[in-house]
Structure formats: C-alpha cells, structure tokens
C-alpha cells in the first residue's frame, strides 16, 4: 500500500527558512505529479506547489512564488520543499500529496495520496 511520509518541520523565526522531505513507498510515483498543501487552523487545505513527473515543470500558488522550491528526486521516490523568507501566514500542517497521472493542478480532489503531514509555525 502506497504511503507518504512527511519530515523536517519544526519552529522557526520569521525570515527563516526550512526544508521539508516526503518520502513514498509502497509504490513508485515517478511516473507522477507530486504535490505539498497546507492547513491552518480553521482554514481549508490549499494549494502550495506541485511538480511534474520528470520534475521539469512546477505550479506554485501566488502566495509562496518566488519564496519557496518544489523539487524531486524520482530514483529516491521523494519530493522536497525548501521555503525561505517564511512568515507567520506560512504557520500550518504541511501535506505531501501525488496522484495516479500527471496532474498538477491545485484542486486537492485530484490528489489520491497523502501523508498524515509535518507542522511548520513560524513566529513573528
């Protein structure tokens, strides 16, 4: 059974910067989309980054672009985050996601796997 398993969240500063991992096993996905959301206490999981299975293209939502790095490593079934410049809008549980296609789109229906997520807080 597929499983997606999320790491390197912690606290951090405002400012900072922080690298989370998520680890598949169970299945490859490297023929796949991959994906991270967030959720913040009483808000609704969004749409943070996705990327493509060769790792070429990449989809950011508005309010991380330019501040945050999708990136994979398809030989180690594994998709990375690398956030910069956080802010404390940042603060929420962090979700890697994939899919059984290519899709890479911010529609979180869309996404067929998940892991159980990595809490990010970044104080002010």
């Known amino acids: 059974q597929a499983q997606l398993v999320e790491s390197g969240g912690g606290l951090v500063q405002a400012g900072g910067s922080l690298n989370l991992s998520c680890q598949a096993s169970?299945?490859?996905?490297?023929?796949?989309?991959m994906a991270w959301f967030r959720q913040a206490p009483g808000k609704e999981r969004e749409f943070v980054a996705a990327?493509?299975?060769?790792?070429?293209?990449?989809n950011y939502a508005v309010s991380v672009e330019g501040r945050f790095t999708i990136s994979r490593d398809r030989a180690k079934n594994a998709v990375y985050l690398r956030m910069n410049a956080l802010k404390p809008d940042d603060t929420a549980v962090y979700y890697c996601?994939?899919?059984?296609?290519?899709?890479?789109?911010?529609?979180?229906?869309?996404?067929?796997?998940w892991g159980q997520g990595t809490q990010v807080t970044v104080s002010s």
């Open positions: 169970g299945r490859t996905f490297s023929n796949n989309a």
């Open positions: 996601a994939a899919d059984d296609r290519d899709y890479m789109g911010g529609n979180r229906l869309e996404y067929n796997y």
């Open positions: 990327i493509n299975w060769s790792g070429i293209r990449t």
